[in-house]
């Protein structure tokens, strides 16, 4: 069955330092997402990505985040200077339709900031 | 605005018994999206059932069935015979049609069954 992957599945970063997250939706998906669920809290939408551009983001998707679609199979989400309170697991998701379909999430990448 | 709301955050239930968690949404939008999603201890999101508004006909699913009501605009899910793999974080989720594609979720109901 496909399925969303996401490495690293834990990081550890030092706060001011630079993070990159990776994905790899599915392959036939067109709408990509960032989630994050700070621990024991709901899970927040950061940012959608369509067509090759963020189509939607929330107020948390500052200018300390970017998101980017190298090679047509990657999808990254970088954190530009890390701070205490982006310590959070954070989900990719992918879908096939725009409201549609269900999403299908990866199974989170957890990021400590010390 | 788009909100979920999930009142219920912490349900403890014992083995076998039959336990419901609320979802209760709000949307301007005339076709829109109802999720349910699991949430183990292993932390990974599970997806378990999708509503679209234009159907109300409730869905069973082995031990699962799920109760959507527009007039009081809820998507309630039913765990029948709860068992201790019931146990999970349970997020409803709303995706709208017209208003572009982000899923709200709710604050999620931390479900323990207890053995």
């Known amino acids: 069955e496909p399925e969303v992957t996401q490495t690293p599945s834990h990081q550890v970063t030092q706060m001011g330092q630079e993070v990159i997250l990776r994905c790899v939706p599915i392959s036939n998906h067109l709408y990509f997402y960032w989630y994050r669920q700070i621990l024991g809290q709901k899970v927040e939408f950061l940012v959608s990505f369509y067509n090759n551009e963020i189509s939607e983001k929330s107020e948390i998707f500052d200018d300390q985040f970017s998101v980017e679609r190298p090679d047509g199979s990657n999808f990254t989400l970088k954190i530009r200077s890390t701070k205490l309170e982006d310590s959070a697991m954070y989900f990719c998701?992918?879908?096939?339709?725009?409201?549609?379909?269900?999403?299908?999430f990866g199974e989170g990448s957890r990021l400590t900031v010390l | 605005a788009q909100k979920v709301t999930q009142a219920q955050t912490e349900i403890s239930v014992v083995e076998k018994e039959d336990v419901t968690l609320d979802c209760v949404y709000e949307t301007r939008d005339t076709t829109y999206y109802l999720f349910w999603y699991k949430q183990p201890p292993s932390g990974e999101l599970v997806f378990l059932i999708r509503r679209n508004s234009f159907d109300e006909q409730n869905e069973i699913s082995g031990r699962y069935s799920w109760n959507f009501q527009k007039s009081t605009s809820s998507f309630n899910f039913t765990i029948t015979a709860s068992q201790v793999v019931d146990s999970a974080v349970y997020f409803c989720a709303l995706s709208g049609g017209n208003t572009g594609n982000q899923f709200y979720f709710g604050t999620g109901t931390s479900l323990t069954v207890i053995p």
């Open positions: 998701a992918s879908r096939t339709g725009m409201s549609t379909g269900e999403l299908f």
